[in-house]
């Protein structure tokens, strides 16, 4: 792949979004950051400034369809995307015991890591198609490889990301813009801090990054990390669906819920 020298990145304000922009930030490359939280975006934009990127940190709610879209291709008319990285997510889960999740929080998560995801490639589409040049990356999850019985609506919004990622890989490479999914196990950030669980593997956000920028400079369809968490999980979709389901339940995990609202 050509080196990106105009980027877009969702969740840049924390985690592997801000890992991400610090690891494409160097001279010549211009950053277009997008989070919620003008103070920690500020933050990451400062920290890539410093490397001797050219930032603009874009205070944005990805849910926000209409401003998104202005904003995006507004953006790409003035100089043109040429990676985009729909990172930003969040999570949402059950306590031990607990049977449901909370209808709101579960729409709520749909709304930012599903919606969101949409809102922030669309714009893209198109243009990137027309120009005959472009990638788009996708921050997916091992979670959306098989259902787990403590996140069922996370679960959901990743395995959608997967399936969308790889329907756009099967449309737009041939017309030039190279589609690409990151499988991603545990990554210490804030939203997996808020987790309780065994997490075999972990990595930080700045390893996931570096893994994540290598990938898609090769222009990988897949990227998944850690190995052995992705072969470990590839292999149990072999199992009975009952025995998986089975060995899953007695792992210990809490997943706290996650009030989002609009
Ligand atoms: N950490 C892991 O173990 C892990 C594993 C697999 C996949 N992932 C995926 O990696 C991605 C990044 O997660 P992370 O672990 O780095 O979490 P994080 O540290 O909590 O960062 C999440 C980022 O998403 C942004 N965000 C959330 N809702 C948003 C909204 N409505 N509009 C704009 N930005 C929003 C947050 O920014 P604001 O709060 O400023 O809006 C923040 O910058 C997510 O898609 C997650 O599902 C993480």
Redesign the pocket.
């Known amino acids: 792949m050509r080196k990106p020298q105009s980027l877009l990145i969702?969740?840049?304000?924390?985690?592997?979004?801000r890992a991400l922009a610090l690891a494409y930030a160097e001279p010549g490359t211009r950053l277009t950051l997008?989070?919620?939280?003008e103070l920690?975006?500020a933050d990451t934009a400062g920290a890539a400034a410093a490397k001797g990127a050219d930032v603009t940190p874009v205070p944005?709610?990805?849910?926000d369809r209409a401003k998104m879209t202005a904003w995006i291709a507004a953006a790409d008319r003035n100089h043109p995307f040429d990676l985009v990285i729909a990172?930003?997510?969040?999570?949402t889960g059950l306590a031990p015991g607990a049977l449901t999740e909370d209808p709101d929080a579960v729409r709520a998560i749909l709304a930012?890591?599903l919606i969101?995801v949409l809102n922030t490639v669309e714009p893209l589409i198109t243009p990137m198609c027309s120009r005959g040049q472009g990638q788009i990356a996708f921050?997916g999850?091992m979670a959306g490889l098989r259902g787990l019985p403590y996140s069922p609506a996370y679960c959901l919004t990743k395995a959608g990301v997967h399936a969308y990622a790889e329907s756009l890989r099967g449309r737009l490479e041939r017309r030039g813009v190279c589609v690409s999914l990151a499988i991603?196990?545990?990554?210490k950030?804030?939203?997996?801090d808020s987790i309780t669980a065994m997490k075999p593997f972990e990595i930080s956000?700045t390893r996931a990054a570096e893994i994540i920028k290598v990938g898609l400079a090769r222009g990988r369809a897949t990227i998944a990390f850690p190995w052995p968490l992705y072969m470990a999980t590839r292999l149990g979709r072999l199992l009975p669906a009952r025995l998986y389901d089975r060995i899953m339940a007695r792992i210990e995990a809490n997943v706290p819920e996650t009030r989002?609202r609009l």
Do not use: K, W, Y
């Open positions: 969702t969740g840049a304000s924390s985690g592997i979004g997008i989070g919620r939280n920690r975006l944005l709610d990805v849910r990172n930003a997510g969040i999570t930012t890591n969101g921050i999850s991603v196990g545990f990554v950030t804030p939203l997996n956000d989002e």
